[in-house]
């Protein structure tokens, strides 16, 4: 069965630190990956995806993710951290048909100042 | 584009009491919409799958009974909530996918409806 890991639940960092939010999974076939942010009591926005081709994929908000096959990781970096950027990070797998998309338990990201 | 409207975004009501929740996909069609429920610093759980013109896919666990959910049109999906308990409380999410996308299908997420029940 499908899932993904996020390990950290919370994290700190300073504004203008980089960032790197984890993110396995567990997939038989080839993974859709997804990277959502959510702010309080908001839905889901779409960061970024893969499907196929580069690993490294830029997103939206300055984001970016590197799909590693061999590690089963779909890291999310940032260069830069703003403080508009604390909200919850939730990775998701899927199928190609994306019936089954599961979620991981998502990480809160606390900006300081 | 590919905008999903929730209403309401936020209902309180008794207990024993339905509550309906609309979701719409408003500049695309969708013929599959999805049901989420995600708990306080909880991750989403997927209820049900919501297909246009045919019966949803509940998953396990999730009572077909107390959860209707109706997919009337390509841009239309209602989840109702019967018979309301506290316990249902909680925020409900759709998403929808667009009908016209092939392959590594994407899901566009509503802002969500918070339920509370007294």
């Known amino acids: 069965a499908q899932s993904v890991t996020q390990p950290d639940i919370h994290i700190t960092v300073s504004e203008g630190a980089s960032l790197e939010l984890r993110c396995n999974y567990s997939?038989?076939?080839?993974?859709?990956l997804f990277w959502y942010v959510q702010s309080p009591g908001q839905g889901l926005q779409l960061l970024l995806k893969?499907?196929?081709?580069?690993?490294l994929v830029q997103g939206i908000k300055g984001f970016e993710a590197e799909f590693k096959r061999s590690q089963s990781s779909f890291n999310l970096r940032k260069p830069s951290v703003h403080w508009s950027d604390a909200a919850e990070y939730f990775c998701?797998?899927?199928?190609?048909?994306?019936?089954?998309?599961?979620f991981g338990a998502g990480t809160r990201l606390t900006v300081k100042p | 584009g590919a905008v999903v409207s929730q209403h309401p975004s936020r209902v309180i009501c008794k207990s024993g009491t339905s509550v309906k929740i609309e979701c719409r996909s408003l500049?695309?069609?969708?013929?599959?919409m999805f049901w989420y429920r995600q708990f306080p610093k909880k991750s989403l759980m997927l209820m049900a799958t919501?297909?246009?013109?045919?019966?949803?896919?509940?998953e396990q666990g999730v009572e077909k009974d107390k959860f209707l959910i109706n997919h009337a049109s390509l841009t239309l999906s209602t989840l109702t909530v019967t018979s309301a308990h506290p316990e249902d409380s909680s925020f409900y999410i759709c998403s929808a996918r667009p009908q016209d996308r092939v392959g590594g299908n994407e899901q566009f997420f509503g802002p969500g409806t918070r339920l509370t029940v007294l």
């Open positions: 997939y038989g076939a080839t993974p859709y």
């Open positions: 998701a797998v899927g199928s190609y048909n994306n019936n089954d998309m599961r």
């Open positions: 919501s297909n246009e013109g045919s019966k949803a896919t509940y």
């Open positions: 893969y499907f196929s081709g580069d690993t």
């Open positions: 500049d695309f069609q969708a013929t599959t």
